[in-house]
């Protein structure tokens, strides 16, 4: 995002001038805007991450009332950690493929404000 707002901050005052925008200043201006999109797409608080390791659930579920053999408690915990990284693997690909998307539309930015720029009047 800093860098779009630099490109934009830098190249924006000198392609448009008065009340008039070319065609690729206005597609810079739109990637502009789907840059900042990704960026709140990946960066927003979520909060179905699948991260749990709490010491009083592990104690309930493996220790008391009746403690369970080590390897019962061995494979069930591996268990629960594979299903919470398939959960976070799947939300993590998503997150990836937006912040690609960003990166795609941050180099359609620079190079429409830069074929904006060239064309100038």
């Known amino acids: 995002m800093a860098t779009a707002t630099v490109a934009t901050s830098f190249f924006g005052p000198r392609v448009i001038s ?7 200043a206005w597609v810079a201006m739109a990637t502009f805007a789907g840059i900042g999109l990704s960026v709140l797409a ?8 699948s991260f749990n390791a709490s010491a009083a659930d592990m104690i309930a579920d493996y ?3 009746h403690p369970l053999e080590i390897e019962l408690v061995h494979r069930d915990l591996a268990l629960h950690r594979s299903a919470s990284y398939d ?5 993590l ?4 493929f937006v912040f690609r998307l960003g990166l795609v539309a ?13 064309s100038h009047d």
Do not use: C, M, Y
């Not at 990946?42 to 991450?49: F, G, K, S």
């Not at 959960?87 to 939300?91: D, R, Y």
């Open 87 to 91: 959960q976070n693997a799947t939300q």
């Open 18 to 24: 008065g009340s008039h925008a070319g065609p690729w």
């Open 106 to 118: 941050l180099v359609v930015e620079v190079a429409a404000w830069l074929i904006a720029l060239a």
């Open 42 to 49: 990946v960066l927003w608080p979520r909060e179905d991450w």
């Open 93 to 96: 690909g998503k997150l990836f």
């Open 63 to 65: 220790v008391e009332p």
